[in-house]
């Protein structure tokens, strides 16, 4: 129920002071609602110079009327709506916010979270390691991620002191699982997960205390965990490999051989490749492809060469195997799906590995459409934004032109011929 009476409120809330009770509205929200400083508006009106005369007893007759809010406020008191600038505000709009209340508040929980953080270091075991302070200048600077609340940003924090102090403090020892070490940190297995805040801040901590750089990539951060002894996990994600006969003479190379000679393909983990001795003879073709089904139906045809499958997106178990087939001198031609995201693919591979494009010119694109709608198959819309290919300045135009995407598999009997020596 309004506290002003109704005559009154009807004149305070008239067009002549709306423009007083805005710019009012906001000065007392910026300046922790007091009633304190001067307000100015320009091109005042005339019903808004009589209405502000009214209201503040003076008579005002240029277009720039200043108005100080304490004797505002004063007038509003003493007048017949018997309340202070504030409660008027109030009463004829919205609850004011006291923003510099909460600016001060947004930055006493962020001081918060880095005394925790200080707190946290001083009365850990790290406490006086020369990296620490740097880690702690480092996070400091980069901040707190958008979207963690300090409550969240107090827990990661204190997280990553206790997992730095079991990997870095006096009484580290032996090697330890990653999914062991946050399931003990956070409750949660996937806790130092790639990607997660505090594998990020555990990981700075682990370059600075080794004087080591950050690395960029998912290999780095591998190495960088087993540097505390720390294994990833590194069975679960796999390459999809056809007919590699690397020369070693370990089981590991002769496991591959001997599925090589029968025709099998292979699931290689980021273990295998630890420890596979993976020198092919000099000038090797390794072709790869972006689709499973392209390696089943090699195997399926006793095809003679050797095929790394990207599954895909070319995950980093798939880049890893490629940089070593790579060092030990072996060529790549790629093959991928037409459309934009497996130009995209393309155009990482060929860029990376100097890679030869295999079956894909404008030309093989046009041919394959054409042979696809004579067969009957129903068209797959383009969709996406195009990709200039990196090797055919005319391939992106073209399937722009014809608007169908045409994935790995309607090429299959091709690709085939091509791998058993057929073509």
Same mark, same amino acid.
């Given at each position: 129920?309004?506290?002003?009476?109704?005559?009154?409120?009807?004149?305070? =809330?008239?067009?002549? &002071? /709306?423009? $007083?009770?805005?710019?009012? #509205?906001?000065?007392?929200?910026?300046? %922790?609602?007091? !009633?304190?400083?001067?307000?100015?508006?320009?091109?005042?009106?005339?019903?808004?110079?009589?209405?502000?005369?009214?209201?503040?007893?003076?008579?005002?007759?240029?277009?720039?009327?200043?108005?100080?809010?304490?004797?505002?406020?004063?007038?509003?008191?003493?007048?017949?709506?018997?309340?202070?600038?504030?409660?008027?505000?109030?009463?004829?709009?919205?609850?004011l916010t006291d923003r510099r209340a909460i600016r001060a508040g947004v930055a006493a929980r962020r001081e918060?979270?880095?005394?925790?953080?200080?707190?946290?270091?001083?009365?850990?075991?790290?406490?006086?390691?020369?990296?620490?302070?740097?880690?702690?200048?480092?996070?400091?600077?980069?901040?707190?991620?958008?979207?963690?609340?300090?409550?969240?940003?107090?827990?990661?924090?204190?997280? =990553?002191?206790?997992? &730095? /102090?079991? $990997?870095?403090?006096?009484? #580290?020892?032996?090697?330890?699982?990653? %999914?062991?070490? !946050?399931?003990?940190a956070t409750g949660s297995a996937h806790g130092l997960d790639d990607g997660t805040w505090l594998a990020r801040?555990?990981?700075?901590?682990?370059?600075?205390?080794?004087?080591?750089?950050?690395?960029?990539?998912?290999?780095?951060?591998?190495?960088?965990?087993?540097?505390?002894?720390?294994?990833?996990?590194?069975?679960?994600?796999?390459?999809?490999?056809?007919?590699?006969?690397?020369?070693?003479?370990?089981?590991?190379?002769?496991?591959?051989?001997?599925?090589?000679?029968?025709?099998?393909?292979?699931?290689?983990?980021?273990?295998?490749?630890?420890?596979?001795?993976?020198?092919?003879?000099?000038?090797?073709?390794?072709?790869?492809?972006?689709?499973?089904?392209?390696?089943?139906?090699?195997?399926?045809?006793?095809?003679?060469?050797?095929?790394?499958?990207?599954?895909?997106?070319?995950?980093?178990?798939?880049?890893?195997?490629?940089?070593?087939?790579?060092?030990?001198g072996c060529r790549f031609a790629y093959h991928g799906d037409f459309d934009w995201p497996g130009i995209a693919?393309?155009?990482?591979?060929?860029?990376?590995?100097?890679?030869?494009?295999?079956?894909?010119?404008?030309?093989?694109?046009?041919?394959?459409?054409?042979?696809?709608?004579?067969?009957?198959?129903?068209?797959?819309?383009?969709?996406?934004?195009?990709?200039?290919?990196?090797?055919?300045?005319?391939?992106?135009?073209?399937?722009?032109?014809?608007?169908?995407?045409?994935?790995?598999?309607?090429?299959?009997?091709?690709?085939?011929?091509?791998?058993?020596?057929?073509?």
């Open positions: 129920m309004s506290k002003l009476p109704a005559a009154t409120r009807d004149w305070l =809330a008239g067009p002549g &002071l /709306t423009r $007083l009770w805005e710019a009012a #509205r906001k000065r007392l929200e910026s300046n %922790g609602v007091q !009633a304190t400083g001067s307000l100015r508006l320009i091109s005042v009106n005339a019903q808004e110079r009589n209405d502000l005369s009214l209201m503040l007893g003076k008579p005002f007759t240029g277009a720039t009327v200043t108005v100080r809010l304490d004797a505002l406020d004063t007038r509003l008191r003493a007048s017949a709506a018997g309340l202070g600038l504030r409660e008027v505000l109030e009463e004829l709009g919205q609850p918060h979270v880095w005394s925790s953080l200080t707190s946290a270091l001083d009365t850990s075991p790290l406490a006086g390691q020369e990296w620490t302070g740097q880690w702690y200048d480092l996070l400091r600077r980069n901040g707190v991620p958008g979207g963690v609340t300090p409550e969240t940003a107090i827990r990661t924090l204190q997280q =990553a002191v206790q997992v &730095l /102090t079991v $990997l870095l403090g006096p009484e #580290r020892d032996g090697t330890r699982g990653r %999914g062991e070490l !946050a399931a003990t801040l555990v990981q700075r901590g682990i370059a600075l205390a080794h004087s080591t750089e950050f690395p960029g990539d998912a290999a780095g951060r591998r190495a960088l965990w087993r540097l505390v002894s720390v294994t990833p996990d590194e069975v679960s994600s796999t390459v999809l490999t056809y007919g590699l006969r690397p020369v070693g003479g370990g089981w590991r190379e002769q496991v591959l051989r001997q599925r090589a000679d029968h025709h099998a393909e292979s699931h290689l983990t980021s273990r295998d490749l630890h420890d596979l001795q993976l020198q092919l003879p000099a000038g090797t073709l390794i072709h790869i492809c972006e689709n499973p089904r392209v390696v089943e139906a090699a195997a399926d045809a006793a095809c003679i060469h050797a095929l790394v499958c990207t599954s895909g997106s070319a995950a980093t178990v798939v880049l890893t195997l490629l940089d070593a087939l790579a060092a030990t693919l393309a155009n990482r591979i060929i860029h990376r590995y100097g890679a030869q494009p295999w079956r894909m010119s404008a030309e093989d694109y046009e041919r394959l459409a054409a042979s696809s709608q004579a067969a009957g198959i129903p068209r797959l819309p383009l969709d996406g934004q195009p990709v200039s290919a990196a090797w055919d300045q005319h391939l992106a135009p073209t399937m722009t032109a014809l608007g169908v995407a045409l994935h790995e598999e309607l090429t299959l009997d091709l690709l085939v011929d091509e791998l058993s020596g057929r073509t």
